[in-house]
T-cell receptor, first 109, second 115 residues
């Protein structure tokens, strides 16, 4: 079957760095996405990885290792507004998307 | 403004009463998709459409129908809703033929309760 695993919940302090891990097992691989979702709102795109390595976008970075079926999202200089759920999603083919259950991040003052 | 809109945003209905949730995008995107989101289960794909008159099942299509008669619209139809279809529904769109870096744009969501 197809499966994406990520921790259910994480807590970190304002100004700190947090790493959210995602492991996946899918029938194919055409890219991995990270989305941010605030409670009651729509997911918004954060990053996309298709090749191994690190992609950096301001305070957010995402890493991919295809051989290990592993990705992480790194959030630096945490702010209170970063409290949200972070969704890992894989596109195993061209049309479908498989999402993890999401990681709820709480940022404490 | 580029956007995906859904209507209604909130709906409470009863078992067996047919309903339609509309989705419309103004970005001329070929690809559109419907998801449901449930606690502990994450986002699950219901149906997707690659273009007008081309649709296919996602992972949880049972109890749902879709149609794509126009490029901008992709309604989700529940012919006979049941309580297990109580969920938060999202519509999404993205350009087709482009790289996957063209991510999906999500609508604001429709919270459906079936009694």
């Amino acid at each position: 079957g197809q499966n994406i695993d990520q921790p259910t919940e994480m807590t970190a302090t304002e100004g700190a760095i947090v790493q959210i891990n995602c492991t996946y097992q899918t029938s194919g691989f055409n890219g991995l996405f990270w989305y941010q979702q605030h409670a009651g709102e729509a997911p918004t795109f954060l990053s996309y990885n298709v090749l191994d390595g690190l992609e950096e976008k301001g305070r957010f970075s995402s890493f991919l290792s295809r051989s290990k079926g592993y990705s992480y999202l790194l959030l630096k200089e945490l702010q209170m507004k970063d409290s949200a759920s972070y969704l890992c999603a894989v596109c195993p083919g061209t049309y479908k998307y498989i999402f993890g259950t999401g990681t709820r991040l709480k940022v404490l003052a | 403004e580029a956007q995906v809109t859904q209507n209604p945003r909130y709906l409470i209905t009863v078992t067996g009463k047919k309903l339609t949730v509309t989705c419309s995008q103004n970005m001329n995107h070929e690809y559109m998709s419907w998801y449901r989101q449930d606690p502990g289960l994450g986002l699950r794909q219901i149906y997707y459409s690659m273009n007008v008159e081309v649709t296919d099942k996602g992972d949880v299509p049972e109890g749902y129908k879709v149609s794509r008669k126009e490029k901008r619209n992709f309604p989700l139809i529940l012919e006979s809703p049941s309580p297990n279809q109580t969920s938060l529904y999202f519509c999404a769109s993205r350009p087709w033929g482009a790289l996957l870096t063209d991510t999906q744009y999500f609508g604001p969501g429709t919270r459906l309760t079936v009694l």
